[in-house]
Structure formats: C-alpha cells, structure tokens
C-alpha cells in the first residue's frame, strides 16, 4: 500500500513562538539530507533581496537557507534551476519553508504546485497572531496540508502548554488594533497558554 505521504504532498507545521517550529523543520530536512535527497530552505527576507542565510531555533541549530522577498521569487529561483514544474529531476525532492505566516496568499498556490509536481514541501509558521487570530495564508495552508503538527511552547507564566504569542510593548500586553506586523517598535514576545495570554481592548 502506498502511504499518502510517498508522492508530492504537503506537511505543515504550527504553534506560538519558541514551540519548536525552526527545531521540528530542521529535524525533518536534515533526515532528508541523510537519505540523499536534495533540499532547498527558503525563508522571508526582512529586506527585498535574495540572500544566502540560515534557519535558526531559538536552541541554536541551524540550517542553510536562502531569504527570499515573496512566493514569486520561490518560483523565479526554482525555475532558474530547471523548468520549474517541467523535469522533476531538477527539482529539489524537499522544499522546506520557515516563518511561512509572513508570505501572501500566492504561497498556497505555489505549495500546492510544488505538491503536484512530486515534491515533499514542509511548511512551519505561526497558527496564530499575538492576539490569537489566524495567521494570513496559515488557515488555507491547514486546510489543504496532508500531514499537520500543532507544537506547543511551555507558558512563561504558569509552565502549562502554551499554544499562544504573547506581544508585549515595554512590559505591557500590546492592543488589539496593533499592527499584526510591527516594524521598529520596542517590542517582545513571550509564549503563554489560554489563560495568560492577554490582549488589550
Ligand atoms: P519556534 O520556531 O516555534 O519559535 P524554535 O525551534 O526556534 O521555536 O525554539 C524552540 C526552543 O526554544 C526550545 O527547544 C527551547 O530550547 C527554547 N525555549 C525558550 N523559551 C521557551 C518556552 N517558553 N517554551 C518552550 N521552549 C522555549
């Protein structure tokens, strides 16, 4: 019997911040890298370029990656590389992208692409936003995912499961108008469970 997961497919990992997300893709690519499969990390560029960089877990491990600015320079990279829904042995066996969440809805056509033209594709992000609202393209990418992991972190405050990213703003629990991406603030994040997880109204 051949298992859902042999061909092309799509596999997603969630949770809050520090729940091991970065550690659990890691895991997963460099098993790949051990069975001689060829894998390409992408992540979002804080910039608009394509650079060489790593992801990281917050325990230290890393991985090489390239920093790309949208899900249309995935496409342009991988079409550099061969035709890229043509010869299935130019392509990568593995795609793996980190901090998903942050990518445009065109991610989740390219995800599903990808899995139709033979490729493992792993996906980690944030299920939720700081004030535990989905996260832009992350619900679709859920719903269409073959395989889906939910991580939990450890709460900063009670040491119960954490399923929640706690945004502060100098020590204060951040508003729900908030911006859900803020740039130059003063913020922090921390991981907590329903019951700590606090959002100003
Ligand atoms: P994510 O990608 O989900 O943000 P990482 O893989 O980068 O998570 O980091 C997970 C690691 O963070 C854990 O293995 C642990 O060493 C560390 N860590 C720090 N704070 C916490 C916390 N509150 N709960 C769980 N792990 C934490």
């Known amino acids: 019997l051949r298992s859902p997961y042999s061909g092309g497919h799509l596999e997603v990992i969630v949770g809050p911040m520090f729940s091991g997300k970065s550690e659990e893709l890691i895991r997963r690519v460099t098993r790949a890298v051990i069975a001689r499969q060829r894998v390409q990390v992408f992540k979002p560029a804080i910039d608009d370029r394509y650079h060489e960089t790593a992801v990281a877990s917050h325990a230290g491990r890393t991985v090489g990656a390239l920093a790309v600015p949208d899900a249309a320079a995935i496409r342009a990279h991988l079409a550099g590389e061969g035709p890229l829904l043509g010869a299935r042995a130019e392509m990568p066996d593995v795609i793996g992208i980190d ?3 942050f990518f ?3 991610i989740v056509t390219l995800a599903l692409d990808l899995a139709e033209a033979g490729v493992r594709v792993v996906l980690a992000g944030l299920d939720l936003d700081f004030r535990a609202e989905p996260f832009g393209c992350m619900p679709e990418l859920l719903a269409r995912a073959e395989s889906v992991e939910k991580l939990t ?4 405050v009670c040491g119960a499961p954490a399923t929640r990213t706690q945004r502060l703003i100098a ?3 951040a508003h729900f108008a908030d911006p859900v991406v ?3 603030a003063q ?3 921390e991981a907590r469970c329903r019951v700590h997880h606090e959002v100003r109204r």
């Open 104 to 106: 445009g809805p065109e």
């Open 171 to 173: 020590g204060q629990p």
């Open 99 to 101: 901090e998903v969440q």
């Open 182 to 184: 803020l740039v130059g």
């Open 153 to 156: 972190a450890i709460c900063t």
């Open 187 to 189: 913020e922090s994040y």
